[in-house]
């Protein structure tokens, strides 16, 4: 289904709940737009809660900040540390989270 027609028949329907292919595929351009037309945060989240499974919502965030470096898997690895390279010198157990965070602070203190 292209773009313009699943924005033009969400508009006619009840809010489509995302799920994590549709986010991936159109999500993120509709919610970029739900964004830039809000007058403030709360019209935002409104947009959001009436598209976003709570239960979702949790399971999403125990996997992402529950996963540790470990849980990836190898062949998936080399990745991780190509775009995070402070990976390659924290134990395996280190969340992905503090990766990040990591990562971020040694990117942003560097001239």
């Not at 809010?15 to 809000?38: I, K, M, Q």
């Amino acid at each position: 289904m292209r773009l313009a027609s699943w924005l033009t028949s969400a508009k006619r329907r009840k809010p489509r709940r995302l799920n994590e292919v549709d986010f991936v595929r159109h999500g993120r351009l509709t919610c970029s737009a739900a964004v830039a037309s809000a007058a403030d945060d709360a019209e935002v989240l409104a947009w959001l809660r009436a598209r976003i499974d709570d239960e979702r919502v949790v399971k999403w965030r125990r996997q992402f900040f529950g996963a540790r470096l470990a849980d990836v898997p190898t062949a998936g690895r080399s990745r991780v540390i190509a775009y995070y390279p402070v990976a390659a010198r924290l134990p395996p157990e280190t969340l992905m989270i503090d990766i990040i965070d990591r990562d971020d602070a040694e990117m942003f203190t560097q001239t």
